[in-house]
Structures are given as C-alpha cells and as structure tokens.
C-alpha cells in the first residue's frame, strides 16, 4: 500500500490564488523532502524539512512539518503561471528508501 | 557537471525480451536508486545502492536486477520485458542519504513493452 499518502491530486486555481498540497504518513518520518516536475520532466528538489514543527520559506512558497512528524504542507501564495507541475512529497523513515507520496498536479489558469 | 545522465530516452520492447537501462553520475555520489513513475502512483523505488558492491531492494524489485559495480554507474536489467513494466524509469543519485542530502534524477527512460 501507499507509505505516504498526498492531497489533492488535482487542482486548478486561478493565476493569483493560493494553493495547498498535504502529505500525511502512518509512521513518524525522520524528514521530508519536497519536490517539483514539470511536465514532460523529471523531479528537481525543491527543500527538505527535518525538526518537528519546522517551518521554511523560499519565496512564495511555505513548507510545514507536522509536531508529530507524520504530515508536512506546501502551501504557494498567489500562484504564477511558472508553478504549474507536480509537487511530491518524500518521506524517509529509519531506513535507505524514500517513499513519495503521488503527488498533486497544479494547474493555473491565466 | 552532467550530473545524472540516462540511455537510452525512450525504447519500445515486445514482451519476454530483455534489456538494460544505463545511468551515470559524475558528481561521486554514494547512493544511487531506480524509480518508476506510473499516472497516479507518483515513483515507486524499484532498487537502490548505498555504494559500489551495494544494492538493495525498494518497493517494486520483481522484474528488475541491478548491478554497482562502480560508483558512476548504476544498471537496470529487465530479463523478461512485461506490459506491466511499461513505465518512466528515473535514476537519481545523492552524495549520502544517511544525512538525506537531495535527490538529483537523471532525464528518464519512456519504455513501452507489447
């Protein structure tokens, strides 16, 4: 079954809204990783969240890791027509292997 | 850098045949790993090396040998091609995963098997 669970799958939003992605795990998570495809390409790593409750910005957009360190969020303010992609969610247990959620393709409208 | 490069690009295979999928990396990076990525399943691990002489399984091995014996290259072996192995393969690699450095992934292979 799937490690890490991602919502939504889809979203369409209007160029200047906001969007949101949630991840959510059944176990604690030793850290996360969030990463970004466009369409046609391949993964490119966007940020990695470690400490529980942790919070980091670049720009945009905002990065969340839960207290219990089970679910992490990340969340674009006033989305730009160069957002549009898959965001995916990576988490790592105690072990050598990621387990990506299935990501939620955001689309904006101009 | 080229960082991770992939061959080849795409490959179309009749089912029961066998090939191999090439990935190198030239920034000297200990761990390596195979992904498939299938609409709605996001990528699944299929097998990862933590070093030269190191492999491993992930998620989704049946199907799928691997080999490391150096640290640039990492091949994947399908023996006997199958429809359900029509798929985009990605390779990534990162410099130590124990201290969850990033991933960086090659361009991918479009395979279709029929």
């Known amino acids: 079954g799937q490690q890490v669970m991602q919502i939504p799958q889809y979203q369409h939003v209007q160029e200047g809204e906001d969007f949101t992605t949630y991840c959510n795990s059944s176990t604690t998570l030793s850290n996360i990783q969030w990463y970004k495809q466009r369409p046609g390409g391949h993964p490119v790593f966007l940020i990695q969240?470690?400490?529980?409750?942790e919070v980091k910005k670049q720009k945009r957009l905002t990065f969340q890791f839960g207290e219990a360190k089970k679910n992490s969020s990340l969340h674009i303010t006033a989305t730009q027509t160069t957002d549009v992609g898959t965001y995916f969610c990576?988490?790592?247990?105690?072990?050598?292997?990621?387990?990506f959620g299935t990501g939620t393709s955001l689309t904006v409208i101009p | 850098n080229a960082g991770v490069t992939q061959t080849p690009k795409f490959q179309v295979l009749k089912t029961g045949q066998s090939m191999t999928l090439q990935c190198a990396q030239d920034m000297n990076h200990e761990y390596m790993s195979w992904y498939r990525q299938d609409p709605g399943m996001g990528l699944r691990l299929i097998h990862y090396?933590?070093?030269?002489?190191?492999?491993d399984q992930g998620e989704v091995p049946n199907g799928y040998n691997v080999s490391r014996s150096t640290t640039e290259d990492f091949p994947l072996r399908l023996l006997s091609a199958a429809p359900s192995q029509t798929s985009v393969y990605f390779c990534a690699s990162s410099y130590d995963l124990t201290s969850s450095y990033e991933q960086y992934f090659g361009p991918g292979t479009r395979l279709t098997v029929t």
């Open positions: 969240l470690v400490k529980s409750g």
């Open positions: 990576a988490g790592r247990k105690t072990g050598n292997q990621f387990y």
């Open positions: 090396s933590v070093g030269a002489g190191i492999t």
